[in-house]
């Protein structure tokens, strides 16, 4: 960690004294305007890390040996070394004084607020320059400034500043961006997984419940047959037992899939704008995986938080998906939104193939599809009854429309829905 430290203030400096070398000396002489001392600033924002006072004690060194070793006067002539140095020397005061005025700064001054923060830094490079031009003086016979020239320097300092300032707030801004761009793709993802686990898991608790019911069956004819003395008893205690070991190992897979399911303070509200953002990317990507060309719509009027959003995702992905198969190559998917009478209406309208009248009356059994795989097995056929079961425990029920498009709308009562609400 130390060497990396070092490291990156070793960079600042050759880098410093490089860009430096892009300048104009504006009165003369050797005190210059350049983009060394621009190149310093942005390297003290960018790395953090590296302590401000120290960096500029060793890029005020970097600098001036860059400088000497690369003059005229040195090349020609290599005994100059001396002569050469008090020339330059100066320069290093400017960078030292620099580094200890950004040391004096609050560090999170930059974030909170940033013109303040530009202001300081104008007030630190004009002093710096002054500790430059004083240390010139010292050293060199120099030329006193006029009034217009401390004006000149004054302004060029305000643009060096803010243009820096601009730069890095350009760069931190898309960085976080991009931070939050991938905070968001994470968060879809964990979302449909989500969902999909709460659909598992539902349709687990439907076995078990099942199977407490076979249980208890069961074991009601192991009694009445051993009331009759039936030869038939024994075996059927032992189906009883068998049937209760299978939902014992049912309930250690939906505890797994609770604790997967465990989502964090991130997951516990989400508004109904978000969950339709949500159900259509998750199915835009699912449309391309089917190489179909559907242009997806939304019409989302009701924005309220709601707690249900893993069971309202799980069915609209359901609804969606259905959509899409239902569609040839390319066609329309709208997602409407919206209250009416104190009831939530979540609609997926598509302009596929349609149902087919006869089998309007059969669409929510278990079983039932008109899906089928490329290898000619049809579908399982559970996706809507899994809906309708998710609906119906939240107080609500599946319309169907069917004209020149379809039309499935879930409709809830908008109180089970609305955060805080149980």
């Known amino acids: 960690m130390r060497s990396k430290k070092w490291l990156t203030v070793v960079f600042i400096g050759v880098a410093t004294a490089l860009m430096g070398e892009l300048r104009f000396a504006p009165f003369g002489w050797e005190f210059r305007f350049g983009m060394g001392s621009s190149t310093f600033f942005f390297l003290l924002l ?6 401000p006072f120290l960096t500029g004690i060793l890029t005020g060194a970097v600098v001036v040996l860059f400088r000497v070793l690369t003059s005229t006067l040195f090349l020609e002539d290599p005994y100059s070394f001396v002569e050469v140095l008090f020339v330059h020397l100066s320069a290093m005061f400017y960078y030292w004084a620099f580094g200890l005025g950004i040391t004096l700064l609050p560090t999170k001054l930059v974030q909170k607020n940033m013109l303040w923060f530009g202001l300081f830094v104008v007030v630190i490079d004009i002093a710096s320059n002054l500790t430059e031009l004083f240390a010139r003086s010292v050293l060199q016979d120099i030329t006193t400034l006029s009034w217009t020239d401390w004006l000149a320097l004054l302004v060029v300092t305000v643009i060096r500043v803010y243009f820096v300032l601009g730069v890095y707030a350009s760069i931190a801004q898309h960085k976080q961006q991009t931070i939050l761009k991938e905070q968001k793709k994470r968060y879809e993802t964990l979302l449909n997984v989500s969902a999909s686990l709460f659909g598992e898991s ?23 047959l051993k009331q009759e003395q039936s030869a038939y008893h024994q075996e059927a205690l032992q189906i009883s037992q068998e049937i209760h070991e299978i939902k014992k ?3 250690r897979i939906q505890a797994g899939l ?54 309202l995702l799980s069915c609209l992905n359901n609804l969606l998906a259905n959509a899409i198969e239902s569609i040839d190559k390319e066609g329309t998917i709208l997602l409407s939104i919206y209250e009416k009478n104190e009831m939530t209406y979540f609609e997926v309208t598509d302009n596929g193939a349609g149902i087919a009248e006869e089998d309007m009356h059969h669409l929510c059994e278990p ?44 409709v809830i009562p908008t109180k089970r829905l609305e955060g805080n609400q149980q």
Request: charged share 25%; net charge positive.
């Open 258 to 311: 609770a604790k997967l399911n465990n989502h964090d303070h991130t997951f516990e509200q989400l508004n109904l704008k978000q969950l339709g953002d949500f159900a259509i990317k998750g199915n835009e990507s699912y449309s391309f995986f089917l190489n179909k060309r559907i242009r997806f719509r939304q019409e989302i009027t009701s924005t309220y938080l709601t707690n249900k959003h893993v069971e």
């Open 46 to 51: 960018a790395f953090r890390q590296a302590p």
């Open 367 to 410: 079983g039932f599809t008109t899906k089928y795989r490329e290898d000619g097995s049809p579908s399982t056929g559970i996706g809507l009854t899994h809906v309708q079961h998710i609906v119906t425990d939240l107080g609500g029920f599946l319309q169907f429309e069917r004209s020149h498009v379809t039309k499935v709308c879930l």
């Open 202 to 224: 539902y349709y687990l608790s439907k076995v078990i419940e099942t199977v407490e019911n076979m249980t208890n069956r069961a074991f009601y004819l192991y009694r009445k």
């Open 249 to 251: 190992d049912a309930q």
